[in-house]
């Protein structure tokens, strides 16, 4: 295979594993929302880890320490004015368990507010996750093996939001393909990104560009993680469990940079 069919592959499995998050409906009977707490801290534990520990270093050594933490804070800055112009929904559920007999016993308009924050959230994963896409290719383009390490970052997020996206269409529409369907549509915006990375950007990427781009991408999984993944994961859960995740996250990535 040559680079950019590794580089849209590995895209395209990072986008895919929303859809394995989806798959919660088919399998888990009674899905608890309090299991995205430790899942989000998981989450935003790998890509922590992985952007200070490899993505920022990396740039550091290619491009120098002032240029790598340039492209760090840019990337930074770029999500913070992303998400102000496409904020995630998060809907504020009840902390009590899911219960399977309990599907179409909300009234309308409480079915119809779950609707819309299942969709907007969908819509909103697929925007964001169209940097995130053109970062696993770029990335893979200038190193296979830290593309890899990226795009399981990538897919370990995805994987929860993915949860986040089909269970609140799961309970406003009692039908567990819609749930994953909105799931995996909203996964497959990461390949959309790749392959708009590769119309418009590829004749402009050098060596120096690329290697600033890790910097970029840590910067966006950084904001992402603090922004986002941690406290909506306290949000379900509490401090601890989500802590857990996250070092358990942080142990994993580890593990993941040794031996992968």
Known sequence: MTDLQIAFLLTTLAGLSAGIGGLI?????????????????????????????????????????????????????????????????????????????????????????????????????????????MAVFTVSLLDVSMGVSVALAIAAHNIPEGIAVAVPIFYSTKSRAKGFGYSLLSGLAEPAGALLGFLILYPFLTEGVLNATLAFVGGIMVFISFDELLPISREYGNEHTSNIGLFLGMLVMMLTLIFV
């Not at 399998?27 to 801290?41: E, H, N, W």
């Not at 534990?45 to 952007?51: F, H, N, T």
């Not at 992303?82 to 179409?104: A, N, R």
């Open 25 to 133: 409906v088919f399998f888990i009977r009674k899905p608890k929302l309090s299991y995205l707490s430790p899942l989000l801290g998981f989450a935003a534990g790998v890509m922590i880890y992985v952007s200070m520990v490899e993505l920022l270093w990396e740039s550091v050594e290619a491009i120098g320490f002032f240029l790598a933490n340039v492209a760090f804070f840019v990337g930074i800055l770029f999500m913070f004015f992303l998400d102000k112009l496409v904020p995630h929904l998060h809907i504020d559920t009840e902390p009590e368990p899911f219960h399977e007999d309990k599907i179409g016993s909300f009234d309308e308009e409480t079915e119809a507010r779950l609707r819309k924050a299942g969709v907007l959230t969908a819509i909103g994963i697929a925007l964001h996750n169209f940097p995130e896409g």
